[in-house]
């Protein structure tokens, strides 16, 4: 190569490092191969004290150079058009967490369900009940699917999109959270991880092993292996009162008390294959494999006051088992049409099998056995999906995109209810079949209509079906909605590290499977006769419409010269059809008395808005004599009303009224050590369900603090400590029939876990 060249390419290098396209281990990495290609005058300069020189290589001895380089997590968020929130796997790994929840806990928005430190279900600015869409990989898991299935281990990175996108899909009410696995080949790697948590002086060991190497000359492959086994001990304390409406007076307290055991094993194995094929073309094979088993055992004791009513058992045990195993397949192909043209075609198959089995068994004061229900459920389910995608890059700046999305499901469960040996439900049928057809297509353009201008406009079209049949009764539903969806970003000026985001989208959420299914599931504390407006029967509604969402996103966004950033979001979303379980008096026919039955109904109209506020930066890039603390902070505010429910308090069920973060983490200087510390702040909250129902939760604090220890360049050990200051959590429930109140009170321990790991490049 030319000295010329040689010289232009070194100074292209510094470029890259100095905007972020390369970090600063690549800068690091690229810079001894572009000194070395030096000009001669540059070579011949004085060293500078301590350093040596290196002689002149001859144009002869480098054949080779090779440039890589991936944007900075920033630099992604700031070129994205629609709002996009990047979590690299440093991010990922930096607490040593044990499920992928208590990774999501820390970002804007995002709370969690359930005790803390224990991560649950995931909720972007505070809505549960399927507003959050998560997918793995771009594509929605099948029903059985969690993402503490997943260990971070397996992850490459996180994707947080806060409005939908006609690629990604609009059933995104909340938000979009995208996880990506392990990716393809970007630098050779043999690498091992071995670690343990300890909660309550149970273990719970997990190893994992990732393999990234090259394939002949062009192709590369990825593969990473994980093993984990889990060992939970929960206390249970729950306290239900019943008062008489007219004069205040309590006419039952139920008081049950006890433990439950959950122990849980699994492996997971995520690949990738490159394999190149003629020029322009590529094919990209992806196998994905969760195999999981478990076994749960329970015992509880209840107390009772007042002769409201009998006294539904005194003590019971349980104890069940349960597997789930998931197998997927992808094929990504990709070919280069001509200039500026690309065409992507996915593919995929996968298989899901859930089993459980459970066995209640109740006992008087005396410990005589009064009921035994035994309980198996046998599900499987087959899926299916393609799309295409083709993409067209216009000279005048515009990115077009189209594509076709088909995906089919099947289910097949078969449920055993035996009470005392004989079966329940017989007029339902044990088995039944479920199916779920999906067609979605789309048009997006992202333009630039100036430097300091970006817009992207997209519609999608999709439609489901879903169809339900067992012995006696069938259940179908078909939905569909059309979905146009609107971005833009604009800076000051084409250099100005600020710049302001909109978007106008619609969005919806499509009822479940198992919210369509009409087979009813009985009260455990009232099995026959009448029960208890607080122990409803349960069973589905195959009439529900899909709910529909129009939203309006608004936000600043300032990036500092050193990779920080300060930000802040609005967001407003108007909710028709609203899906809420409501629960009412039945005549059934399964039983001979009038039942209370909970149904998912569509019950009218809700609103949604919030504030997020979002800092992340070097404590040094604002103050010079500073050390170079890395800190990060989120504060975010929500709020809503259902136009149904009398106020106050009626907002969407399961959101709080806010969420904070707070971390700083450091690497010593002349020490190998790093280390850090998180709080996840969500206040207690109160709920108006309906005008007969209440609920509120206790307050949720949970800190997480790490030390990394970098034994030598390959070798580093992790310690964690997450839920430092355990407190229990506590959630309360009311419920009001014509004559009486029922108050339930359940308080949650919770305890601290501390994790050891090991890791090493071989």
Known sequence: MPPVQLHL?????????????????????????????????AASAPARSGQRQVPAATPAQLEKVEVSGTASDAEQRRSSTAAKIVISREEIERYGDSSVSEVLKRLPGVTTGGRPGRGGDVRMRGMGGGYTQLLVNGERMPPGFSLDNLPPDQLERIEVMRAPTAEYGARAVA?????VLKEALKKTLNEVRAGVGIEAGRVSPNASWTRNNKLGDKGAYTLTVSLNRSNRWDDADTRTRWYELASGAEVLNQHETG???????????????????AEGESLTLMPFMILSRGNNEAGRTLMQTGTATDQPYASYSSSGDGTFKLLRGNAQWQKRLGSGTRLEARGGLGTGRFSSQGLRREFDSAGTQTRSVDDSTRNRENNWSLNAKVSHQLQSEHSLVGGLELESSR???????????LPILTEFGDDLSASSRRVAGYVQDEWNPSKQISAYAGLRWEGIKTSSDSA???????????????????????????????????????ASLQELIARPSISQRFPTGGNEIGSPDRAGNPNLKPELATGIELAYEHYLSKGGLLSANLFYRRISDLIRNVVSLED?????????????QNVGNATTQGLELEAKFRLDEMMDDALPVQLRANLSLFDSKVDQVPGPDNRLEGQPKGTANFGADYKLRGLPLSLGASVNITPAYKLRLSDVSSSSVGSKIVTDAFVLWFIDAGTQLRFSANNLAPHDYLTTSSLINDTQRQDNESANRSKINWGLRLEMKL
Do not use: C, M
């Open 411 to 421: 289910r097949l469960q078969g449920r055993t209810t035996l009470q005392n040996g």
């Open 175 to 179: 938000g979009t959270i995208n996880i």
């Open 259 to 277: 433990y439950s055991l959950e122990q849980r094993e699994g492996v997971n194995v995520n690949a990738r294959l490159q394999i190149p094929l």
């Open 588 to 600: 059934v026919s399964w039983s001979a008395q009038k039942r209370w039955v909970s149904r998912p």
């Open 472 to 510: 006696s009764y069938q259940a179908r539903n078909t939905s569909h909605v059309l979905t146009p969806l609107l971005h833009g970003v604009w800076k000051p000026d084409e250099k100005s590290r600020n710049q302001i985001r909109s978007s106008l989208t619609r969005s919806y959420k499509a």
């Open 9 to 41: 390419l070194a100074q292209a290098l510094a470029l890259l490092a100095a905007s972020g396209f390369l970090t600063q281990a690549q800068a690091q990495a690229t810079r001894p191969a572009a000194a070395a290609s030096a000009p001669a005058s």
